[in-house]
């Protein structure tokens, strides 16, 4: 802890805790968010290095370069101390991308899959996999239909058993809920497996 | 670390123009001394308090945003316009002169059970 730039305040200070929305583009990333959200989802700007594997929209074909993103994201507080910031992954789905800094010190993530478009979360999920970050899966229902079952998507993306498949929909509070909690869920397995038992 | 290359926050101006104006928001610099996470949270101290009033440009923006609310990074940037990585740099300034208090994420959270269980709680309770 940085108790030397925490001192001053009474009571508990605030503890900040991110949570990154990734998927595709038009999954419903800010509507998810706005769904739990204290705050109208804010939107910011990001610079973002992408690596670029393919040509772009414009047909170039382009090396490294960096690019400003909007990154939406919204405010939740948890309890007395407890603030989550629940950031919306800016959509760059065809591109290899740097989500560094935004993934950096994050505890989870949330990947929104459209099951119509279920190739567009290949990237999140490669990217999660690839940086051993605890994520859930969340189908996200459009107009309240999913047009496949969770074991299909698991399938179509081979996901791995630890991973929890689960279907949501974006617009209700109850459902965004229930999405973050078996992320945090996955989360806590996972430190309770680190934790090292010791002569506590 | 390095945010600079981005637009800036007036729509109105050329690329180029909002870019030179970042740097020179930042003195030109792309990271701060303080490593500001997007999240990191941001309170006036006393001295800030205090000082407000002789603070200028975006120093004062920062400053007074953070007198009556704790913000992080990326809510000072969408409520400023002003590009995150610049934010950084000149929050980070105003931490190092004693203006700003800084509230960072906790250090191994993905290992903090009683953390995770707090959040659990508290997300159950929302």
């Known amino acids: 802890m940085h108790s030397e730039l925490q001192a001053r305040t009474p009571g ?49 074909v382009s090396a490294k370069t960096t690019t400003t993103v909007a990154m939406d994201f919204g405010r939740v507080a948890v309890d ?8 919306g992954t ?17 505890l989870g993530a949330v990947v929104l899959v459209d099951s119509r478009r279920i190739e567009d979360s290949f ?71 680190r934790v090292v038992p010791s002569s506590r | 670390m390095a945010e600079l290359n981005g637009h800036g926050a007036n729509g109105a101006q050329p690329p180029e123009a909002a870019l030179v104006r970042s740097y020179i928001m930042s003195s030109g610099r792309a990271t701060g001394t303080v490593p500001l996470d997007i999240e990191s949270m941001l309170q006036l101290t006393w001295k800030g308090a205090r000082d407000l009033p002789r603070l200028q440009f ?38 190092v002169d004693g203006f700003l208090e800084a509230y960072l994420p906790s250090f191994g959270m993905a290992d903090d059970v009683d953390l995770i ?3 659990i709680e508290g997300v159950r309770a929302l």
Request: proline share 4%; net charge negative; hydrophobic share 45%.
């Open chain 1, 90 to 106: 800016p959509g760059q789905e065809r591109f290899g991308f740097m989500w560094n800094d935004l993934v950096k010190g994050a």
């Open chain 1, 80 to 87: 007395s101390s407890i603030v989550l910031y629940l950031f």
């Open chain 1, 12 to 60: 508990r200070s605030p503890v900040p805790v991110k949570i990154v929305v990734a998927g595709g583009f038009g999954v419903g990333k800010t509507t998810f968010v706005g769904s739990i959200s204290d705050i109208a989802p804010l939107t910011t700007e990001a610079a973002m290095t992408m690596a670029s594997d393919g040509i772009d929209d414009r047909g170039h």
């Open chain 1, 123 to 193: 990237p999140a999920l490669d990217y999660f996999e690839q940086r051993n970050l605890a994520f859930v899966v969340a189908i996200n229902s459009f107009e309240g239909q999913l047009f496949h079952t969770t074991t299909e998507v698991r399938e179509a993306l081979s996901i791995a058993p630890h991973v929890p498949v689960v279907c949501t929909d974006a617009r209700d509070r109850r459902a965004v809920k229930g999405t973050l909690l078996s992320l945090l869920e996955v989360t806590l397995e996972q430190a309770k497996a």
């Open chain 2, 58 to 95: 975006e120093r004062a923006s920062i400053a007074s945003l953070c007198k009556d609310e704790i913000l992080s990074v990326a809510e000072l940037s969408a409520r400023l316009h002003i590009p995150i990585g610049v934010i950084r740099v000149i929050a980070s300034d105003l931490i």
């Open chain 2, 117 to 119: 269980s707090r959040l």
